[in-house]
């Protein structure tokens, strides 16, 4: 019976960071960016295991537009961690273009890159028509064949393409590969749960974003895998809204201008930056009955609390699912005063996690 690969013990946990790049109130794109990417560093320094950025348009509170740009950014700042996409939303992108990208990332950082793959659009559906405007790349129908292009190009023999008329034409993604970036394959529902299955890829079961058939999804993935040369096993890990603070009480304040993000978001309301905590307590009244219920609906599954309960609940939560690695959203608001380029509760989640769970 195939398992997850390995045997959980209760100091085995592993924890990674995936980073939307939020944007607040007053803030600037520049100021955003010098923040997530001090937070990299940091996160390399205590010993986090991998570094991913979204791809999400359009948004006032979100700034990770290009994640290969940012990973490459990161790598210039950074030593070991692992480095990558949560994800490229590949229906966006030509398949050759991403494995380019990705192949001379993996050129800059050996043996440290990610490519995470989604299907989603990651915006609204005027920017998803703008993004699409490049004619077949924008075939979602077709995402099964450009997950195994991208994955046979940024090998070292590339892919091979064969006319109809005969003969053959070699592509590669870069010309002399030693090492590859490792593709996983991120989604939320069945269908990307059977397609990582069937194609010996790696799975991320995006937790953070709708918990809904969570169990299901793994159990499908783990079930029918279709072992792979690169992966004879299944492989999998999950990811978390996740806070940590010195006190359950700044946990919680922390959390507000996310929780009322998360509201809009669901409610349809106007999206706008990030509020500080002081501006998410003093526009309270704002919000209706619906609002609240969007709010606590949300709250329940968030990892919100002291280092040491945020680091018991994670725990848990892996070894209910079978899974050695939580991947992190930290969505810790500021405070007014707090410096535009730093994020500081992001920070205190990564160190009081990492000191309870001895990542480095």
Avoid: C
């Avoid at 937070?39 to 570094?51: C, H, K, N, Q, S």
């Amino acid at each position: 019976m195939r398992g997850s690969g390995f045997t959980m013990t209760s100091d085995a946990l592993a924890l990674s960071v995936l980073d939307l790049v939020p944007v607040r109130a007053g803030q600037t794109s520049a100021q955003a960016v010098a923040a997530s990417l001090a937070l990299a560093g940091r996160a390399d320094a205590l010993g986090f295991r991998r570094y991913w950025f979204a791809e999400h348009h359009n948004m006032p509170a979100v700034a990770s537009t290009t994640p290969p740009v940012l990973v490459a950014a990161a790598a210039a700042r950074t030593a070991r961690i692992r480095l990558g996409s949560g994800g490229v939303m590949l229906p966006n992108h030509s398949p050759l273009v991403v494995a380019e990208q990705f192949a001379a990332l993996e050129a800059l950082a050996p043996g440290r890159i990610d490519l995470g793959l989604g299907r989603a659009p990651g915006s609204d559906p005027v920017i998803t028509q703008l993004l699409r405007q490049s004619g077949t790349t924008s075939d979602v129908e077709r995402f099964p064949d450009h997950v195994r292009d991208i994955v046979s190009l940024v090998s070292p023999d590339g892919a091979t393409v064969r006319f109809t008329s005969g003969g053959t034409y070699d592509v590669h993604a870069t010309p002399a590969a030693t090492t590859v970036p490792e593709v996983w394959l991120l989604g939320s529902s069945d269908y990307s749960a059977q397609l990582a299955a069937s194609v010996g890829l790696p799975y991320v079961f995006a937790n953070h974003f709708s918990g809904q058939g969570l169990e299901r999804a793994l159990d499908l993935y783990r079930t029918t895998y279709q072992p792979s040369e690169a992966h004879p096993e299944p492989r999998t890990f999950l990811t978390a809204n996740v806070l940590a603070a010195t006190t359950a009480e700044e946990a919680e304040a922390r959390a507000l201008p996310n929780l009322r993000m998360m509201a809009r978001l669901r409610g349809n309301r106007p999206l706008i930056a990030l509020e500080t905590v002081e501006q998410s307590i003093a526009g309270a009244a704002d919000f209706d009955g619906l609002g609240d219920s969007l709010m606590a609906s949300a709250r329940q599954g968030w990892f919100v609390g002291t280092g040491a309960t945020v680091a018991s609940e994670l725990r848990a939560f892996a070894a209910k699912h079978g899974v050695d690695e939580v991947m992190i959203s930290p969505i810790a608001g500021s405070y007014d005063e707090e410096p535009m380029d730093a994020a500081p509760g992001r920070v205190q989640t990564l160190e009081l996690l990492a000191a309870e769970l001895h990542l480095s």
